[in-house]
């Protein structure tokens, strides 16, 4: 009897070697094979070696009576629970299958029944088996660990002729039908950065994880659909970024948008040819946006008027607006500084202008009133700071530069720009004038 696995009462590990009652299978007992013994013949046979062994015993024949005494420990013991474990098996064979037929085509029941097809005779026989039960669905674990439980009262010729073959059968059913569902999900995934890294993975776990599943040539045909799937992501994203970058808005926003179209890490996923026509409509935009933005920038500061508030909104706003800008745009930004720094010394010789003249009686202060700077006749200053009042002198050189003395801190070096005095280390501007 050729049983893959022992039965359970010889007290063996359930995943062990087989360790045969019978071997091979077809050991005859009496004139019949033992695999088609009945409970009737164990019966039978037992009550006419009983009384063999009595008669046996009537006449002292001790050795007869020893042997058929264990002939019949055999066939009524072990070869009798045998054979009602083998009955039991079938049954749960017989129970289960309907089950295991009507599994969903999954790559979970897939790789069970792949699994359980090639089951062979060794130690680890049953781990990949066990594996793939721990992957199913609940409901379905229930009939496939009743039929592997089931093994191991069954011999191997009905293993493979039933177990085997059944497993076989739904193998060659499922595998199309689970390949193509696979092929279909691949198709579904949209069309995202997201997506992209995804079917990465997915590339992966078919070319190091599905061999015990899908045939080569089903994962050829999974591989070139993760494939076309890529392009095609690729080129969707590619289009829908070149088409935000062309529609992006004649803004100094627009600069830090597109370099977020053109994230390198984005661009090394698509197809290298998309990532070629993303970066080439964003120079291109790039471009048309400067010159855009360098006209409208001239318009703008044509149009503000020639006073101090211009030039605070030049100085405290629009240049350092400008600096802040992606470093994308560095190459162009020397050209919008140039356009402010005409207009400002434009508006700053107006006012300069405006602003000619005697210091004598004008009055300077810093924001908040924090100091103040009296220019009291044409040599003396008064300055002012922290409460604290000191006179001193001041004279204007022929380069425009005033030199104040105020002992005993000695002298500052102050330009005139505009209502403003600058070079005290803080900002002065005019609030009076004779």
Not at 63 to 85: E, K, M, T
Not at 226 to 248: C, F, H, M, S, Y
Not at 392 to 420: A, C
Request: contains cysteine.
């Amino acid at each position: 009897m050729n049983a893959l696995w022992a039965p359970n009462q010889l007290g063996r590990p359930r995943n062990s070697l087989p360790q045969h009652l019978f071997a091979p299978a077809t050991v005859r007992l009496f004139g019949k094979p033992a695999l088609s013994w009945s409970q009737d013949d164990v019966k039978a046979t037992t009550a006419a070696i009983v009384a063999c062994r009595q008669e046996a015993g009537r006449e002292r024949r001790r050795d007869d009576s020893q042997l058929l005494n264990n002939v019949g420990s055999v066939i009524s013991g072990r070869l009798g629970r045998y054979l009602a474990n083998l009955a039991e098996a079938r049954k749960q064979i017989d129970a289960a299958k309907p089950a295991l037929d009507a599994m969903t085509p999954s790559i979970p029941t897939l790789r069970f029944n792949a699994a359980l097809s090639t089951l062979g005779a060794n130690p680890q026989a049953l781990d990949p088996v066990n594996r793939a039960i721990n992957a199913l669905p609940r409901d379905q674990q229930a009939p496939a660990r009743a039929t592997v439980n089931a093994l191991r009262s069954l011999p191997e010729d009905v293993i493979e002729s039933t177990v085997k073959a059944a497993a076989s059968a739904r193998v060659a059913a499922m595998r199309p039908a689970v390949r193509d569902g696979v092929i279909a999900e691949i198709g579904a995934t949209p069309a995202t950065a997201q997506a992209l890294a995804g079917l990465d993975r997915t590339a992966q776990t078919l070319r190091t994880g599905t061999a015990d599943v899908f045939t080569e040539t089903d994962r050829a045909a999974i591989g070139k659909a993760v494939a076309d799937r890529r392009t095609a992501i690729g080129e969707e994203i590619a289009a829908a970024l070149i088409d935000q970058i062309e529609k992006a808005p004649d803004s100094p926003q627009s600069f830090a948008a597109l370099d977020r179209h053109v994230d390198e890490r984005l661009l090394r996923q698509l197809p290298p040819a998309e990532a070629s026509k993303v970066r080439a409509a964003a120079t291109e935009r790039r471009k048309t946006l400067t010159d855009a933005l360098l006209k409208a920038l001239q318009a703008d500061l044509a149009a503000q008027p020639e006073t101090d508030e211009t030039l605070d909104q030049i100085d405290g706003t629009l240049i350092p607006a400008i600096q802040r800008w992606p470093v994308s745009i560095n190459t162009e930004k020397p050209r919008f500084l140039e356009i402010v720094k005409a207009r400002r010394d434009a508006i700053l010789a107006t006012i300069n202008r405006a602003e000619a003249g005697s210091l004598r009686g004008r009055v300077y202060e810093a924001p908040g009133g924090m100091a103040k700077l009296e220019f009291v006749d044409r040599r003396r200053v008064v300055f002012t700071r922290g409460g604290e009042a000191k006179a001193g002198t001041y004279e204007e050189d022929s380069n425009g530069r005033i030199l104040v003395t105020i002992p005993p801190d000695g002298t500052t070096v102050l330009t005139r720009e505009g209502t403003r005095l600058t070079g005290a280390g803080f900002p002065l501007r005019r609030v009076k004038a004779d």
